[in-house]
């Protein structure tokens, strides 16, 4: 099963992104963490390679609050001398020169909007379409009354990682969601990938919007 899916993947790269964020009211959401973690498909397999994380300083209009440091454990302290999200960004965005790519997130909007906020930072990530995992967990598994993250791992016997929470730990749970979704599905290919749970990116590329063409 998904083997199909798996095949059509050797000539795209996935990389799984998470943000962490602070939540303001009445302002945009402030990015104090990412990671990404890329995947290939090869011999038959989605495999796991390269991956990269950071720190970064939130904005003066989007400050951590106490809710922010006991969800994720990041403090004050841990972000005082850290680079702003737009250094930070553009640092990862120059990762991003080869592609084709394919962004997988779950619940996509999230880190699309951050994306989409930074674009003149990180032109090449802005450009790429996202895959929801959520929308592809409907998808797969109907019978599951909510698709979150928790309700997914602990439907799949996932162990969860103590600093859950965390962009690197998110990523990691959420790359082995979407290694096991694939693999276990009877998708066939990015067409119907998709459809299924496809977000468009903010300023497409001609070779991103090809790979659906």
Not at 25 to 33: L, T, V, W
Request: glycine share 4%; net charge negative.
């Amino acid at each position: 099963m998904g083997q199909q899916l798996i095949n059509a993947l050797q000539h795209v790269t996935p990389v799984v992104i998470d943000f962490e964020y602070t939540t303001p009211a009445g302002a945009p959401p402030g990015p104090i963490e990412v990671a990404v973690q890329a995947l290939r498909a090869r011999n038959g397999k989605l495999e796991r390679a390269a991956k990269w994380e950071a720190l970064m300083r939130p904005p003066a209009s989007a400050p951590l609050t106490t809710f922010d440091t006991a969800q994720t454990g990041i403090t004050p302290q841990m972000l005082a001398d850290q680079p702003p999200a737009s250094e930070v960004l553009a640092e990862l965005d120059r990762r991003f020169t080869a592609g084709p790519y394919l962004l997988v997130a779950h619940h996509a909007p999230a880190e699309a909007k951050i994306l989409s906020a930074y674009r003149e930072h990180c032109p090449n990530l802005a450009r790429i379409d996202f895959i929801d995992t959520v929308r592809l967990a409907r998808d797969l598994y109907p019978e599951l009354r909510k698709h979150g993250l928790d309700d997914l791992i602990r439907h799949l016997a996932i162990p969860m990682p103590p600093n859950r929470h965390r962009a690197m730990a998110d990523v990691l749970l959420t790359t082995e969601l979407f290694i096991l979704m694939v693999t276990d599905s009877g998708w066939s290919d990015l067409r119907q990938l998709r459809r299924l749970a496809g977000l468009a990116a903010d300023a497409a590329q001609p070779e991103q919007t090809s790979l659906f063409g």
